[in-house]
């Protein structure tokens, strides 16, 4: 046990000078007392009062909040009022209503209570309506600083968490973000956000547009379209202000996220009942109730005078409400919702032009290229669009090279195009947009394309794709830090380049408590399987790998399981029937950001039917990868290919959710025992 001689040794000083920093019977000076005070916390040293334990059963502790109907508010209370009763202390809640005329006689009447010895208080504002001076008990203050007033206070990281709200969106493609604020009152909470919010488009370089604040009196108001108008995301301080602006949304017939994307700054228990979740960054009330316990206790314990300030960490949480915003190679923002379906009179108009062209890949994947050609052939048949060869080079660029200039001869309409950033074809796509052939991409924009040589490009999301092989690793290791690798493809050939970049900087940059501990790359797919083997022996303590597409992600399964490193899981892009036979059976891979090739070709070929009308479209289009798990395999797979899932996958899915039924029944069983 931990005397108070031991405390005078540990601090230097004698034990008098102890005494007195406990009990306050004479002036110390600040430096003595601050390094009294930390000679306690480091030694544990726990003080004996006189009479404590007669006296404790008597103490009640006044708590003042500031509204019981807000969700925040009712958690805090009830978390303080258990952590205060589990140390014998009486608590008294009291409900300011969100009036300050009923918060000051809320704590007048506590204050001449001769039992209540302390009061915690979360003001309405910074500004009190009452002088702290002329109380008679102790008083700590939560949620605010007091202006003129020194008190003990515990406050949230509120610049932190507009920091992290706008650096969420700027990485997710932002750059017109607002912040929505209570009210033009004093707040502690409203400054600091604001200085988070600055702080953060400081930080990326981006300048926050004109007017960007916004208070809740402003969703009542014509503002509410000003702010629908200029912006693609709004960070919302409460969790009220959210639930108006959602509704606000809903009367304009807007839908978050794809309309607009939306961030709280305060928790709340009904965070995934939204529609989309909602991702939240912000304190959670229980631990702000246990920082304010602990100081509250050490402050009753060690008789501190001096002011003290706790900052409580914030709790993030990511779900949907957020849209990733892709790029495309001139920086432009890549469109996911483009409107191009015709009118019967369009369609009509397509009909009778006998429109004629080609579809090239100069690489492909098997069942990307057949689901695009599939798509693509069947819009056409619907429009009267002749689709004279789909050619597959299989990544041989002399025999692509060949086909391109044999097809420009003959002049199409059109040439669909999926090409390769391969040094060998960047002149070749230059020499279609000059023969006047109308030129279309699929997958990427080739390096050296001139911009106004081509008429669009449609593309996966890629940012998308990297944010959710970063998610699925966070949540498997339940947001909690882990060991994590990334096996990528060094060639550029490959169009999964940018869904490798994405998942780098996500992971870094949003989810840094995954650690990014290897990081192998190789030429051919088939290399995978002895990069893996390399990097799990110098590196025995990953974790989780990441695999840039589902044919290597096959052969790292294969060193996993030689190496007897079946503990390792991995994520991947794209969905395939041995990649979803492994989901399925539980094993290795524990999902997937999978491409939608069937959409992509209908995006690709209404495209073409626009422009051969004379209609502009985006020189990007984007089609959103879908988040595919075991929980929505089996419908992941019909909205992919539009075809039902194999019956080996549909059987093994049932297998496995009897074992984890049957494991989850008999932990219930154990845990009831």
């Given at each position: 046990m931990v005397t108070i001689q031991d405390v005078a040794k540990h601090a230097g000083v004698s034990v008098a000078t102890v005494s007195h920093v406990l009990n306050k019977t004479r002036y110390v000076s600040p430096k003595l007392e601050e390094k009294v005070e930390l000679s306690i916390r480091e030694l544990g040293y726990e003080p004996i009062r006189k009479n404590a334990g007669r006296i404790l059963k008597n103490q009640i502790v006044g708590v003042i909040i500031p509204d019981l109907s807000v969700d925040f508010y009712a958690v805090f209370a009830n978390e303080i009022t258990y952590l205060l009763e589990k140390h014998e202390f009486k608590v008294v809640l009291l409900d300011s209503c969100g009036d300050s005329g009923r918060e000051t006689e809320n704590l007048m009447s506590l204050n001449w209570q001769s039992n209540v010895i302390a009061v915690i208080v979360i003001p309405l504002s910074k500004i009190l309506p009452w002088n702290g001076t002329k109380l008679k008990k102790k008083c700590l203050i939560v949620g605010e600083i007091p202006e003129k007033q020194k008190f003990h206070i515990v406050l949230p990281e509120y610049e932190n968490a507009s920091f992290k709200a706008v650096q969420q969106l700027i990485l997710s493609g932002h750059e017109s973000i607002a912040l929505l604020l209570q009210d033009k009152t004093d707040r502690t909470s409203s400054a600091e956000y604001y200085s988070g919010y600055k702080s953060a488009h400081r930080h990326y370089r981006i300048n926050p547009k004109e007017n960007s604040i916004y208070y809740e009196t402003d969703l009542k108001t014509e503002k509410?379209?000003?702010l629908f108008c200029r912006y693609t995301a709004v960070i919302c301080a409460t969790d009220r202000i959210t639930m108006r602006?959602?509704?606000?949304?809903?009367?304009?017939?807007?839908?978050?996220?794809?309309?607009?994307?939306?961030?709280s700054l305060e928790w709340n228990q009904r965070s995934g009942v939204y529609q989309p979740a909602l991702t939240v960054i912000g304190v959670d009330p229980k631990k702000m109730a246990e920082a304010t316990s602990e100081l509250f206790l050490k402050c009753d314990a060690l008789q501190m005078t001096n002011q003290r300030l706790v900052r409580?960490?914030?709790?993030?949480?990511?779900?949907?409400?957020?849209?990733?915003?892709?790029r495309g190679p001139y920086g432009e923002k890549i469109v996911s919702c483009e409107n191009l379906y015709l009118t019967e009179e369009e369609i009509k108009k397509v009909r009778s032009g006998n429109y004629k062209g080609v579809l090239l890949f100069q690489f492909s994947g098997k069942r990307w290229m057949r689901l695009i050609d599939q798509a693509v052939r069947t819009v056409f048949e619907k429009l009267n669009i002749q689709l004279l060869e789909m050619f597959d080079a299989d990544s041989n660029n002399q025999v692509f090279?060949?086909?391109?200039?044999?097809?420009?001869?003959?002049?199409?309409?059109?040439?669909?195009?999926?090409?390769?950033?391969?040094?060998?074809?960047?002149?070749?796509?230059?020499?279609i947009a000059r023969s006047g052939i109308r030129l279309f991409f699929i997958g990427r924009v080739p390096q050296g394309m001139r911009r106004d040589g081509y008429e669009c490009c449609v593309v996966s999301n890629e940012q998308k794709s990297g944010y959710n092989c970063a998610k699925l690793l966070d949540d498997y290791f339940n947001k909690k830090p882990a060991k994590i690798a990334l096996l990528t493809c060094s060639s550029s050939y490959i169009s999964g380049r940018d869904r490798d970049i994405a998942t780098k900087k996500v992971l870094q940059e949003q989810f840094p408590h995954l650690h990014i501990v290897a990081h192998e790359r190789f030429t051919l797919r088939n290399y995978?399987?002895?990069?893996?083997?390399?990097?799990?022996?110098?590196?025995?303590?990953i974790q989780g790998i990441y695999v840039t597409w589902e044919d290597p992600a096959i052969q790292t399964i294969s060193a996993l399981m030689d190496a007897g490193r079946e503990d390792i899981k991995i994520v991947t892009g794209d969905l395939d029937t041995e990649v979803a036979q492994d989901v399925a059976n539980g094993h290795l891979i524990i999902g997937m950001s999978a491409q939608m090739p069937y959409d992509q070709g209908e995006e690709l070929a209404y495209a073409v039917a626009n422009v051969l009308l004379g209609k502009r479209v985006s020189k990007v289009i984007g089609v959103e990868p879908l988040l595919v798990t075991a929980a929505n395999l089996e419908e992941a797979w019909y909205v992919m290919t539009k075809e039902k899932a194999p019956q080996s996958i549909v059987n093994s899915l049932t297998e496995t959710r009897k074992k984890e039924k049957m494991r989850i029944e008999k932990n219930s069983k154990w845990k009831t025992k």
């Open positions: 509410v379209k000003d602006l959602f509704q606000e949304l809903e009367r304009a017939e807007m839908t978050c996220p794809e309309d607009m994307s939306v961030i409580v960490s914030n709790k993030a949480v990511s779900s949907a409400s957020v849209r990733i915003i892709g090279i060949e086909k391109v200039w044999e097809w420009m001869e003959k002049k199409p309409d059109f040439i669909l195009c999926a090409p390769a950033n391969d040094k060998s074809t960047e002149g070749l796509y230059n020499e995978a399987y002895g990069a893996c083997m390399k990097m799990i022996k110098e590196y025995p303590d």
